[in-house]
């Protein structure tokens, strides 16, 4: 007599199918949970050192916290977040810190608006001994430019568009340069290279970083956020999105390029979706060397 195998063959097989299946829907949904919930909710200190060619012995070991797109009223990103933001940037004694734009946002799924006013309400606790400055995104000229800088500008914090400001740290100067952003708000970058009225090194700082490759070599540091680092960083795979025409090339992190130097934060908040993954939400602490 012959007995069959073929039939418990088939239905191992199909078993170990439908496990698969399972576990890789199971995998699935767990990432999902992970990249809605958790890490947009997260808030990390990224730490930098940068080394600047002939950056003057006195201005170094300058701590610079750089904080960008904070997008208040997106689902991850209300008034006790920004509270924590705050807290965590102060508790890392940074010289000065610098604000690149975005910080309000409209229309996002699962956020709730947050008026400037109120945003600016939060912010006015950040300290730095060499002062807090800030610069406006596309999100604040989409919403209302002027509304955000009058706020920001109430609350003690500058709003540096196509400005600058000298700052003297240990008896030595350097400059601060605020470009507008690339895509509303008219960057003048000749002119306003053309109020540094010395040969005192400069940091620039700007919402997009599309700007850099016109910035001049005169700036030693250029700092931008917009990107959020493509909010989602895939294994192998990488950024699937960055708002940037020239695509990865400036979409985080320390760029060096025809002997200039960029640095792009990922930021805090979200838009479009509320997802991160493999981008957290951080603050940029940069050590200037």
Do not use: C
């Not at 699937?240 to 020239?246: G, I």
Request: positive net charge; charged residues 20%.
């Amino acid at each position: 007599m012959t007995i069959s195998t073929a039939a418990p063959q088939t239905k191992r097989r199909w078993t170990r199918g439908k496990i698969i299946t399972l576990a890789l829907f199971g995998i699935g949904a767990l990432l999902a949970i992970y990249a809605l919930f958790i890490e947009p909710n997260r808030l990390i200190v990224h730490r930098e050192t940068i080394t600047l060619p002939l950056w003057p012995t006195e201005l170094r070991g300058m701590k610079v916290a750089a904080i960008s797109d904070i997008h208040a009223g997106a689902p991850h990103v209300k008034l006790d977040k920004i509270r924590q933001l705050v807290e965590l940037t102060n508790a890392q004694q940074p010289d000065l810190i610098l604000l690149p734009g975005d910080f309000v946002i409209q229309n996002v799924l699962g956020g709730s608006f947050i008026e400037p006013v109120a945003l600016a309400g939060e912010l006015k606790n950040l300290k730095a001994p060499l002062g807090v400055f800030a610069t406006l995104g596309n999100h604040d000229w989409w919403y209302n430019a002027p509304r955000v800088k009058n706020a920001f500008e109430e609350a003690g914090i500058r709003v540096l568009d196509n400005q600058t400001v000298k700052i003297e740290r240990n008896g030595k100067a350097f400059w601060l340069a605020g470009f507008a952003d690339e895509w509303e708000g008219n960057p003048k970058i000749a002119e306003t290279l053309n109020q540094v009225a010395d040969d005192s090194p400069i940091i620039a700082f700007t919402h997009n970083p599309d700007l850099f490759p016109t910035i001049p070599n005169r700036v030693a540091l250029t700092i931008a956020g917009h990107t959020h680092g493509g909010q989602i960083a895939l294994p192998l795979v990488g950024r699937l999105v960055v708002p940037s025409r020239f695509k990865q090339r400036y979409a985080a992190g320390l760029v060096i390029e025809d002997g200039k130097q960029l640095f792009v934060t990922t930021g805090v908040g979200t838009s479009i979706i509320p997802v991160r993954f493999g981008v957290p939400p951080e603050i940029a602490l940069l050590t200037i060397q």
